[in-house]
């Protein structure tokens, strides 16, 4: 399916997962098969701390500890995002809505602008197995390419495959202890929206233990059908 710029109905996704299910991972590779936009509020608040913007600084604390950051302050930096012109297309939301506040706050955003969620893809994986992808993980400093220690270096060593970029960063955030603070916290504010979606027959399940390449046909599939069923409507 082309998502072109005549298309009358923007697709719009949601991916829901822990943290290393593989959502900033999936939400890349549609943006570029698709040409979907990838919506990620954990990249818009790293940008808004690197700034050194008021919500950036207010958002630090939370963000260090693993824990959510406030509503408020992700629904104004997810609704300026929203508000760009790019994202008209289609988007995909990584990360976003975490908790029943947001998701209802989306419904009201979208409704304004005479849009709908399409799908809200749930991404099933394994708490244990989290930990040590999180922890492991690091991306290429210039095109954002993900790594990670044990499950894919670099083919040579120390050159980003995709960019022959030859620094790399870490999160603040991924180390073992700060990744058990956000399973809590996805656990306690965020698995609820499973249902949540659910109960508006938004939700889709797909099994993300596996290969990266198995779970992105997955998700091919699920857009070409959201693609046909949106032709014949
Ligand atoms: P991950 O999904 O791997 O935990 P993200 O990059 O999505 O990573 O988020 C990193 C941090 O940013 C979270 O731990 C949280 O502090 C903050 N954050 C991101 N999105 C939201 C959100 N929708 N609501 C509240 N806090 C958020
Ligand atoms: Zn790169």
């Known amino acids: 399916m082309s998502l072109d710029t005549a298309d009358p109905h923007p697709v719009t996704l949601i991916l829901l997962g822990p943290p290393g299910a593989g959502k900033g991972t999936q939400a890349r590779m549609l943006e570029q098969k698709h040409g979907l936009v990838q919506l990620s509020t954990g990249d818009l608040l790293r940008g808004a701390v690197a700034a050194r913007t008021a919500a950036g600084l207010a958002a630090q604390e939370a963000m260090d500890r693993g824990e959510l950051v406030s509503d408020r302050i992700v629904l104004d930096i997810l609704t300026d995002r929203l508000n760009q012109p790019d994202t008209r297309h289609g988007v995909i939301l990584d990360g976003f809505p975490r908790t029943e506040a947001q998701a209802e706050a989306l419904d009201r955003l979208l409704e304004a602008r005479g849009r709908r969620i399409d799908a809200a893809i749930s991404l099933k994986v394994d708490d244990e ?16 390419e993900g790594y990670h220690d044990s499950f894919k270096q670099p083919a040579r060593f120390g050159i980003c495959d ?12 991924d180390n073992a202890e700060t990744v058990r603070t956000r399973l809590s916290a996805y656990h306690a504010e965020t698995a609820p929206l499973i249902d949540y979606y659910a109960a508006r027959g938004a939700l889709t ?3 993300a233990m596996g290969e990266i390449g198995e779970i992105a046909a997955a998700l091919d599939a699920l857009i070409e059908r959201l693609g046909e069923a949106q032709v014949s409507a």
């Open 129 to 144: 197995a989290m930990v040590e992808r999180v922890s492991g993980r690091f991306t290429c400093a210039s095109c954002g």
């Open 162 to 173: 995709v960019c022959e970029g030859t620094a790399f960063k870490r999160r603040a955030d």
């Open 205 to 207: 399940e797909i099994p």
